[in-house]
């Protein structure tokens, strides 16, 4: 178990270097942070004195350890548009981002499951067809078409719910929380639906794909030829043998609702991460950009590594001496 | 000539074209989106970017079936009196060039750099590949908005408003092609090692080229609705293509800002427009996969 964590993350370190490359490479060389820092008049000396505080003269490879060092710290420097640290910027508006995609990410899976697992029982019943419609709907609409719709009907023609901003928050320490205050909650849900539909019919698909595939299967006739109450065959049985692509797909997913966020916070001006990114692609400030982008890189090997660990934990052939079994 | 058009329709292309409606229909669909946007100079009922024909007291008209519509703007107007329904047919043809571009530009790279790494290997081919991997971790949306950001850093700020359009289909570009480049690497260690490509060294183009076509022209397809789904996700975050040349995302970001004061026509109708585009290329493009898939045949 510890020699294949311990694998994992060096499979994992080269990608978040490459990842902390880019980044450095955009910091490096992309627009004149000396010129930036100096402003309009200075000196050739002024120039050079500042080029060899920032240790700009020093070699390339120098010059990225020391931007690894600080960024391992969680030091970014300023942000060139707000002029506060990168770091405080991203704190400030992570916990609305984490909130936003938990919610969808939890939202996509406790009705993503139980649909698809209905979807693939009962195939014919008319309600199956009906989520299967649904589904492709949700496939094929962009995410900021589905957020003005639901902004259009849920907050224009019938006045239910807010369409902007995050409403009451409450501190707890650092982190502010929307879950604790009813309009907090309420500017929650439709944010959380845009992010989580897309993310919902493919669950859906998925465990129906999955739960008509071993609903086929021998040890399923045999579970029910010993006389096992349907529950425990579809869901003791059946459900738990779809779990293993479920959680690569959900894994991956998360990723993917991370990178939507900067649509749906567009949408609903939550004031999240995404919106600071988006914000910072369009007045050209690299150092949100190259923190943003090593953050989610982080976010990303994270999570691929939670995935193979998880999978770990539920498919057994894995524990028996890797390599022997039929995978 | 005559025999070319009788082969294509004694095809099995067609034959399964023709048993499927839906793909018909879809056919039909898409074939009405790009004649609209190709030929939009001449049949769009406005022009909307002559400012002389603009009228303010048209504003915000609802579309015409509604009471207060005009005949002559049957989708409605926007702000400035804007015909909505030439409106979207000039964004489609942005939104389809910028598509069309970046999806061909992502091919040339991908076809390129994939048949290298499958043909030449070692090295080259460990890299490539690395590379595509590190990519496909993250989502190709925010891939372009990256290369977009960068860009958009790194020139000044009049020559990137002169060559916006070209920065938008260079990043989806870049943001696409690992997916072509994995194919064809795929389908080149297959011919590679068949005796006709090992009887010559010189043969990469003329032989291993054609053979890996066929999946390339699915995963270009199937591009092609991401491409533009892309483009128009850009531009409704206001880092697309510019202004002056609004493609149907930015249609959509504009009229969002209409949608409180009840005018839901101007933001909804180039939505409207963007899915039947892309939904009609999409089910096209899963029909050719099916169709071109002989497993399935």
């Not at chain 1, 120098?62 to 710290?73: D, E, K, S």
């Not at chain 1, 990168?86 to 969808?104: G, M, N, S, Y």
Request: charged share 15%.
């Amino acid at each position: 178990m510890f020699a294949f964590v311990v694998s994992r993350i060096f499979q994992a370190l080269p990608v978040l270097l490459a990842v902390a490359l880019i980044s450095f490479a955009m910091f490096a060389y992309v627009g004149d942070p000396v010129a930036i820092m100096l402003g309009q008049d200075y000196t050739q000396a002024q120039r050079d004195a500042l080029v060899s505080d920032l240790g700009l003269d020093k070699p390339f490879w120098v010059q990225f350890a020391t931007f690894i060092g600080n960024a391992v710290q969680g030091e970014f420097g300023l942000s060139y548009r707000l002029s506060r640290p990168v770091a405080d910027l991203i704190a400030e508006r992570a916990p609305a981002t984490l909130e936003l995609a938990f919610t969808a990410a939890v939202l996509a899976l406790a009705v993503g499951v139980p649909m698809g697992v209905y979807t693939g029982l009962y195939r014919n019943s008319w309600l199956s067809r009906f989520f299967l419609t649904f589904s492709l709907v949700g496939v094929s609409l962009p995410t900021f078409l589905i957020g003005i719709l639901l902004i259009l009907v849920f907050a224009v023609w019938l006045g239910w719910l807010p369409s902007f901003g995050r409403g009451d928050t409450v501190k707890l320490g650092w982190w502010s929380t929307g879950f604790l205050t009813w309009s907090g909650v309420k500017a929650l849900v439709l944010p959380a639906i845009t992010l989580g539909l897309f993310q919902l019919t493919l669950i859906m698909r998925l465990v129906r794909a999955e739960m008509m595939e071993v609903l086929r299967t021998d040890y399923i006739k045999f579970a029910r030829a010993r006389g096992l109450p349907n529950r425990a065959v579809h869901f003791g049985h059946a459900l738990k043998n779809t779990m293993v692509p479920v959680i690569t797909i959900v894994g991956l997913q998360l990723g993917a609702i991370i990178a939507f966020a900067i649509v749906t916070e567009t949408v609903f001006q939550w004031p999240g991460m995404g919106l600071l990114f988006i914000q910072s692609v369009g007045a050209a400030d690299i150092p949100v950009m190259s923190a943003y982008l090593l953050l989610i890189a982080l976010v990303f090997v994270t999570i691929n590594l939670i995935v193979d660990l998880l999978y770990y934990a539920v498919d057994p052939r894995l524990r028996i001496g890797r390599g022997k079994g039929g995978h | 000539m005559d025999a070319a058009v009788k082969r294509f329709f004694d095809s099995d292309l067609w034959f399964s074209f023709t048993r499927s409606p839906v793909t018909v229909v879809s056919a039909i669909v898409a074939a009405v989106c790009i004649l609209g946007a190709v030929f939009a100079p001449w049949i769009a009922p406005h022009n909307p970017f002559d400012l002389a024909s603009l009228n303010l007291s048209d504003a915000f008209k609802p579309p015409a079936w509604s009471e207060d519509g005009a005949r002559e703007y049957v989708l409605g107007t926007d702000d400035q009196g804007r015909d909505v329904l030439s409106a979207i047919m000039y964004g489609a043809r942005v939104s389809l060039l910028v598509g069309l571009s970046a999806t061909i530009f992502a091919t040339l790279l991908g076809v390129t750099l994939g048949l290298l790494a499958g043909y030449v290997g070692g090295a080259l081919d460990s890299l490539l590949m690395r590379i595509c991997d590190i990519q496909l971790t993250f989502p190709s949306i925010l891939v372009a908005l990256l290369v977009d950001g960068v860009v958009r850093a790194a020139l000044p700020r009049e020559v990137h408003a002169e060559i916006a359009l070209f920065v938008v289909i260079f990043a989806i570009g870049i943001s696409e092609w690992p997916k072509f480049a994995r194919t064809v690497r795929g389908s080149t260690l297959v011919e590679r090692n068949k005796e006709y490509v090992q009887a010559a060294v010189r043969i990469m183009v003329s032989h291993v080229l054609p053979n890996v076509l066929g999946p390339v022209l699915v995963v270009a397809t199937l591009n092609l609705g991401l491409a533009i789904l892309s483009e128009a996700t850009l531009s409704f975050l206001g880092v697309g293509v510019p202004p002056t040349q609004p493609s149907l995302g930015t249609l959509i970001r504009i009229g969002n800002d209409f949608l409180f004061s009840g005018e839901w026509w101007i933001t909804i109708f180039p939505g409207v427009a963007l899915i039947m585009m892309v939904l009609s290329v999409n089910l096209l493009g899963d029909w050719l996969r099916d169709a071109l898939n002989p497993k399935l045949r």
